[in-house]
């Protein structure tokens, strides 16, 4: 569950969790629910996500210690929230679930930390990363992690608990993919300090029949949409 003091420090920046929003990544990413979120408007609907963050949050020390035994690498927990240390990004944070000490593993010989991600997924997604690799969603969120923290690597660890199957993938810093990250980020800040919202998807968008900012940000047209479909 997650508290109010949390949700009152999640406002004061950009996580790495809100990259899906602020790229408007489908299927859940709403860039303007991003603002009205970081603004501190009332959903108009309950935020129904605390189940799988709860989820993850118990199962991160698992993954964690899963990790530590296939790849050789140690990992050192991080306790608190990082910003990057420079004033012009100070809305830029991260909260790690772990940081990497060192590639033991030798699979990509990086010198210095990298940046652990630990991931629990079910069934469908498990298989679909199998096949086609990690989700672009996740890859974005690890270049952000490395832009707040400098580093130049990262690795996501992924767990199938109901079979206990494990995959990890390892990533390597991309300026390019950062530069285009921070761009986006910095003109969205702005926009939370001073205006104007984001536009608004398309009320067709399947992502606003389930977002808690539904009614107050699409109103009319999104109750249109309902009984046309009807």
């Known amino acids: 569950m997650i508290t109010e003091k949390q949700r009152i420090e999640r406002r004061q920046g950009i996580g790495g969790s809100d990259i899906q929003h602020l790229l408007n990544i489908e299927p859940y990413g709403c860039q303007r629910y991003l603002w009205m979120d970081k603004r501190g408007d009332e959903p108009d609907y309950p935020i129904l996500t605390e189940g799988a963050i709860k ?23 991080v306790h608190r929230t990082l910003t990057h240390s420079s004033p012009f990004y100070d809305w830029a944070r991260v909260h790690l ?69 494990f995959v990890t993938f390892d990533i390597a810093r991309d300026e390019t993919i950062i530069d ?37 940000c699409q109103g009319a047209a999104l109750l249109g949409q309902v009984a046309y479909n009807g």
């Open 180 to 216: 285009a990250i921070v761009s986006a980020a910095t003109s969205f800040w702005a926009r939370v300090e001073n205006g104007p919202a984001p536009d608004r998807l398309d009320p067709k968008d399947k992502r606003c029949a389930r977002c808690p900012y539904r009614t107050s």
């Open 55 to 77: 989820r993850g949050n118990k199962l991160e020390n698992i993954i964690i210690d899963e990790y530590r035994e296939v790849t050789g690498n140690k990992v050192r927990k």
């Open 97 to 165: 679930d772990g940081e990497i000490i060192g590639d033991h593993s030798n699979r990509m010989r990086y010198q210095g930390p990298g940046v652990l991600e630990c991931k629990s997924v079910g069934r469908q997604m498990f298989m679909k990363i199998k096949q086609e690799g990690i989700p672009n969603g996740w890859i974005l969120q690890m270049q952000y992690g490395m832009f707040v923290t400098r580093r130049s690597w990262a690795s996501i660890a992924v767990l199938w608990a109901e079979q206990w199957e």
